[in-house]
């Protein structure tokens, strides 16, 4: 009986070992150090007694059954307590871990459904990046912009809709763009058929699981309708009726300010080498340069014809970084403007007049004076501006 006991006890701490193992599905370092050391002392014990020679007037196997059920008894309690702790998780949690986890799953749902519900009410295309700007997702709106039905492709394939000119420039801003350069904007002409249209792509990084991935939205530049594009910046200006109207009440206010006409002198030869939309997109980047430098109060920057302006300046730090723009011929007035692959330096001719209070001109002669400003900076071969009244 004792036999059968001690082989069954042997059998039990192997098979406790295993158990656990399964049921845990990983192996304790301590249960298996000691079932190995259990089964080399049972080895010696039973095949090799003369190594334990040493150890007289002891009856080394009835201590080993000893100690083996000893050992039997430690990896069941062991066991037990692991099965206890496991029935209290499903008796008193898992109610609650499958509502957590419902509720997960829910929002996860929401979200989705209402990104996909966005997209579909957006009049603009979205290109989703891969981690390495390899490849790219696009949204329906550019697939009817290029004519194709093939929504996943590589960086290298859309880049075979764009205008040869503008590959480079476009790839080279996509590959630069990283968490020190998180964002972009540029302009580019993609293919319809056999002719071209601009877009404009304004793009971002996102983080999730530790990498960076790119979205970017593509709005096509239909230079017919102003509203919807950036050339609203253009269209929107107010006219001349409206400089008489701001100059009126700069006047009754007592203010003194600069009136300054500006004619875009080359803007005319752009549109012969390039198109009257190239020519627009020129107008608005150089008119948001005018905004940023010299005129960033409402009301100030004013559209006489298709590429005159005038800018009221009624700041004097601000005319005098103007009056030194023109005698250095800086690029604040000579404006550098990269459309796609296109580089062009908008330069202008300028005519100023200065208001004073004491002044008793009519406003129709005040604006007359302007453009005659004008006209003897269009004639004069040596400087591009020319100024009245100081």
Not at 94 to 102: C, H, I, T
Request: charged share 25%.
């Amino acid at each position: 009986m004792n036999t059968y006991l001690y082989y069954t006890s042997m059998a039990l701490v192997v098979l406790l070992l295993v158990f656990s193992g399964i049921l845990y599905k990983k192996i304790s370092i301590w249960k298996l150090i000691l079932t190995i050391l259990t089964m080399a002392l049972m080895v010696v014990v039973e095949f090799f007694p003369d190594i334990l020679s040493f150890i007289n007037g002891i009856d080394v196997k009835t201590y080993f059954q000893y100690l083996l059920y000893l050992i039997v008894i430690v990896l069941a309690v062991s066991f037990k307590n692991k099965i206890k702790i496991t029935q209290n998780l499903t008796d008193y949690d898992f109610f609650e871990l499958e509502k957590e986890l419902e509720s997960t799953r829910n929002v996860s749902e929401l979200l989705r459904k209402r990104f996909i519900a966005t997209i579909g009410l957006l009049n603009d295309g979205l290109i989703f990046y891969e981690e390495d700007k390899n490849g790219l997702f696009l949204t329906e709106e550019i697939l009817q912009i290029i004519k194709t039905d093939q929504a996943q492709m590589t960086t290298d394939e859309y880049m075979k809709f764009m205008h040869p000119e503008d590959r480079a420039p476009y790839l080279q801003i996509i590959k630069k763009i990283s968490k020190k350069y998180p964002e972009f904007v540029q302009k580019y002409r993609l293919q319809i058929g056999n002719t071209y249209t601009w877009v404009e792509e304004k793009g971002k990084i996102f983080t999730h699981d530790n990498k960076d991935y790119l979205i970017s939205v593509i709005k096509k530049l239909d230079i017919k309708l102003f509203p919807e594009t950036s050339i609203q910046i253009v269209d929107s200006l107010p006219n001349e009726d409206d400089l008489t109207n701001q100059i009126s009440l700069l006047r009754k206010e007592k203010k003194i300010f600069h009136l300054a006409m500006m004619h875009l002198t080359n803007v005319p030869d752009i549109n012969k080498r390039f198109g009257r939309d190239v020519g627009n997109l020129m107008i608005a980047e150089y008119i948001k340069q005018m905004r940023f430098h010299f005129a960033r109060e409402n009301n100030s920057i004013f559209r006489i014809t298709g590429i005159q302006f005038a800018v009221i300046i009624d700041d004097e730090q601000r005319y005098a970084n103007l009056h030194r723009a023109l005698v250095s011929g800086g690029d604040l007035i000579n404006v550098r403007i990269n459309i796609g692959g296109i580089i062009q330096v908008v330069y202008p001719n300028i005519g100023i007049i200065k208001h004073d209070p004491w002044q008793n001109i009519d406003i129709s002669e005040f604006i007359s004076l302007s453009n005659k400003a004008l006209e003897e900076a269009i004639r004069n071969n040596k400087q591009n501006y020319s100024i009245f009244g100081g």
